[in-house]
């Protein structure tokens, strides 16, 4: 089982940038795939990016494809996603995810494990 802490969100202006981290717990973080999610209000829950194991492997949803990074230090049990040139409707609250599995894993479902989430506001 893993535990997931997000922190690094914000306000911040249109243009701007944000790093978010996701501290996990555990031991075996390296065997877990993770993923950023986000949600706005009234909107379903949409995957952003993902990662897979060992980092080699990579997602984006296509509106944040040059804009986001994600990536992972597995030593310090943490994985990041960069965001620069925020657009307003990047406005969300942010999730972190995980699946222990060493696949990338696209899909909500496909994870077990879920952060509290961190508010992300960009204004215009």
């Known amino acids: 089982q893993v535990q997931l802490v997000e922190s690094g969100g914000g306000l911040v202006q249109a243009g701007g940038s944000l790093r978010l981290s996701c501290a996990a717990s555990?031991?075996?973080?390296?065997?877990?795939?993770m993923g950023w999610f986000r949600q706005a209000p009234e909107k379903d829950r949409e995957l952003v990016a993902a990662?897979?194991?060992?980092?080699?492997?990579?997602y984006y949803k296509e509106s944040v494809k040059g804009r986001f990074t994600i990536s992972r230090d597995n030593a310090k049990n943490t994985v990041y996603l960069q965001m620069n040139s925020l657009k307003p409707e990047d406005t969300a609250v942010y999730y972190c995810?995980?699946?222990?599995?060493?696949?990338?894993?696209?899909?909500?479902?496909?994870?077990?494990?879920w952060g509290q989430g961190t508010q992300v506001t960009v204004s215009s």
């Open positions: 995810a995980a699946r222990y599995t060493r696949m990338l894993v696209t899909t909500t479902g496909g994870y077990d494990y």
């Open positions: 555990g031991r075996t973080f390296s065997s877990y795939a």
């Open positions: 990662i897979s194991w060992g980092g080699g492997d990579t």
